[in-house]
């Protein structure tokens, strides 16, 4: 198994550029959901879903979307950069049945910069 | 979801054990209590996970105070790759990260 995979791992963008953070998961998990990670500080929840076709929100979600149209898959985004979105962007997957109990696969993250 | 509080950094000698401190006052009934950690540079790493009793694994121990208010993570020997950012989550229908505590094993 792969895992968690994300692409691509570093991304430089302009502010107004909009582009996709890929996130990919082999282990048939239910729940996936999206981080930002900025310096110094611990992850912050944008979006996540419990399955095929349901998302919903985090705590910081605005400027991003996501959908979910097949298990595997979960990308992320960005409508709009802004160099407040420059981050490391986490994603994670885990199964969905015993809600709390289950542990959480992370990805190695994709390191953004908008200038 | 619980809110957690952790002490900024703390450190350890190598070899000797280590105990995290983790208050989560505010914790529910059906909240798990989960401990991730993040080695420089790397996505979170789950460390173990309990709900009401103590709890081990290969990795290290969780003994969770029987009000459910606190925990702590009990790592038996400290080695130089336990250097990381050890997060504790209270977990209901989400996780939410703190700024966790930054561990420093000296040689």
């Known amino acids: 198994n792969a895992g968690v995979t994300q692409t691509p791992k570093f991304q430089v963008l302009k502010t107004g550029q909009s582009m996709t953070l890929q996130c990919a998961q082999d282990?048939?998990?239910?729940?996936m959901s999206w981080y930002r990670q900025d310096p110094g500080m611990g992850l912050r929840l944008i979006h996540y879903s419990v399955g095929a076709g349901i998302t919903d929100q985090g705590e910081v979600p605005n400027g991003y979307n996501v959908s979910r149209s097949t298990t595997e898959d979960f990308p992320l985004r960005l409508l709009s950069a802004a160099p407040s979105q420059t981050s490391v962007y986490f994603c994670?997957?885990?199964?969905?049945?015993?809600?709390?109990?289950?542990?959480?696969?992370f990805g190695p993250g994709t390191r953004l910069t908008v200038l | 979801d619980a809110k957690t509080t952790q002490p900024n950094s703390m450190e350890s000698n190598e070899e000797e054990p280590v105990h995290l401190p983790c208050n989560h006052s505010t914790i529910s009934g059906t909240d798990y209590i989960h401990w991730y950690r993040q080695l420089p540079s790397q996505g979170p790493e789950y460390v173990i996970h309990g709900l009401t009793s103590n709890v081990n694994n290969r990795m290290a121990s969780l003994a969770i105070a029987e009000d459910r208010k606190s925990s702590t993570l009990i790592l038996h020997r400290a080695t130089l790759r336990d250097a990381a950012v050890y997060y504790c989550i209270g977990v209901g229908n989400q996780f939410y990260f703190g700024t966790g505590t930054s561990l420093t094993v000296i040689p």
């Open positions: 994670a997957s885990s199964y969905w049945g015993l809600a709390g109990g289950i542990e959480q696969f």
């Open positions: 282990m048939n998990h239910e729940y």
